[in-house]
């Protein structure tokens, strides 16, 4: 089953504790990409990654890192959250094949920082 | 600047009527992508359509419409038949090239009413 798999599902953590979030893809595709979710705020490019080893900032990548190793996984880490980073993330992947980078997403990580 | 709108926050309609959520949307680019994703209760994101911005006929997919302004920058979802399932939290994005970074509005919350 094609699928983008994030884990963990919900995550409790203290402030400056670091983490890392995985997400993983079985599509072979090129596109990477990484969300938060606020309310009032719709959802929020952090990092983006358009094949192994390139990987650029989205609106809102200030303290939060990616790497892209390998084409299936795009970890998201947290080096030292922050109680402002407590939100809903997202991981969604792309094939860049014909050009229309129809995202699928993965379940989401429900991550509060104390 | 790259930027989507939705004004409204929450919509109701009856069940079997066609409902129209609105999107418009800012950029300077030639090149971009218009797309619908639907969040229900559950929380995960559902893709319903696409528009590129060279696509000279509206995109349709089942009950879903996308009426493509592209002389007023708006990019409206029509569901015909609304059925109690649609009741959830409606997203318009946009992704823009060469950069393939995506932007999403704050979403509309529609439910319909038996």
């Known amino acids: 089953e094609a699928q983008v798999t994030q884990n963990p599902r919900y995550l409790i953590t203290v402030t400056g504790k670091k983490l890392t979030v995985t997400c993983s893809q079985n599509?072979?595709?090129?596109?990477m990409s990484w969300y938060r979710q606020d309310p009032g705020l719709g959802l929020r490019q952090i990092y983006y990654?358009?094949?192994?080893?390139?990987?650029d900032k989205g609106d809102v990548p200030e303290g939060y890192k990616v790497s892209r190793k390998e084409k299936r996984n795009f970890p998201l880490i947290l080096e030292s959250p922050s109680p402002n980073q407590t939100s809903l993330y997202f991981c969604?992947?792309?094939?860049?094949?014909?050009?229309?980078?129809?995202?699928?997403f993965g379940a989401g990580t429900r991550l509060s920082v104390l | 600047a790259q930027k989507i709108t939705q004004t409204q926050p929450g919509m109701f309609v009856q069940e079997k009527e066609a409902v129209t959520l609105d999107c418009t949307y800012d950029?300077?680019?030639?090149?971009?992508?218009l797309f619908w994703y639907k969040q229900p209760s559950s929380g995960e994101m559902i893709f319903l359509i696409y528009?590129?911005?060279?696509?000279?006929q509206n995109a349709t997919e089942g009950r879903y419409s996308l009426n493509f302004q592209k002389a007023r920058k708006s990019a409206n979802l029509v569901i015909s038949a609304s059925q109690l399932g649609d009741s959830a939290m409606y997203f318009c994005?946009?992704?823009?090239?060469?950069?393939?970074?995506?932007?999403f509005g704050t979403g509309t919350s529609l439910t319909v009413i038996p």
């Open positions: 969604a992947s792309s094939s860049l094949a014909g050009g229309k980078n129809i995202q699928y």
């Open positions: 599509m072979n595709h090129e596109y």
């Open positions: 990654s358009m094949n192994v080893e390139v990987t």
């Open positions: 950029t300077s680019d030639p090149s971009y992508g």
């Open positions: 528009q590129g911005s060279y696509d000279q």
């Open positions: 994005a946009m992704r823009v090239l060469p950069g393939n970074q995506f932007y």
